[in-house]
């Protein structure tokens, strides 16, 4: 009697996500006039960033300004926080202008996004 032999495949080693397209239907996004949710926003963002392995800071500047329309881009980009990577301190010395400073910044540019401004 022939044996018969079952051939399972080998269980595929789960990849770290990739950063999606801009225009998935799935992806975090925001709109402008719903202020307060930008803070949810940088929160989704968050979550996509740890889950792709993402760490550099121009990176997730990058990522973070294609989720949103071309204007409001174009006014985050535009912000000296993007662009620099470095400060001057003194005459030699720079400290990196970080995510979360550029973040913070953007965040500044709407009102309503406050945290005095949430619900109790």
């Given at each position: ?62 990522y973070t300004a294609r989720y949103i329309t071309y204007n409001t ?31 913070e910044a953007v965040i500044c540019l709407y009102s309503g996004t406050e945290e005095s401004t949430r619900y109790m």
């Amino acid at each position: 009697m022939p044996t018969i032999q079952l051939f399972l495949p080998t269980p595929m080693k789960l990849t770290a996500q990739c950063m999606l397209p801009h225009n998935h239907f799935s992806v975090a996004k925001w709109d402008k006039s719903k202020p307060r949710e930008l803070t949810q926003y940088f929160k989704e963002l968050k979550y996509f960033f740890r889950d792709c392995g993402i760490t550099d800071h121009t990176q997730m500047k990058e990522y973070t300004a294609r989720y949103i329309t071309y204007n409001t881009a174009e006014t985050w980009t535009g912000l000296p926080e993007f662009a620099a990577t470095t400060t001057p301190i003194g005459n030699q010395a720079t400290t990196a202008i970080s995510y979360k400073n550029w973040k913070e910044a953007v965040i500044c540019l709407y009102s309503g996004t406050e945290e005095s401004t949430r619900y109790m």
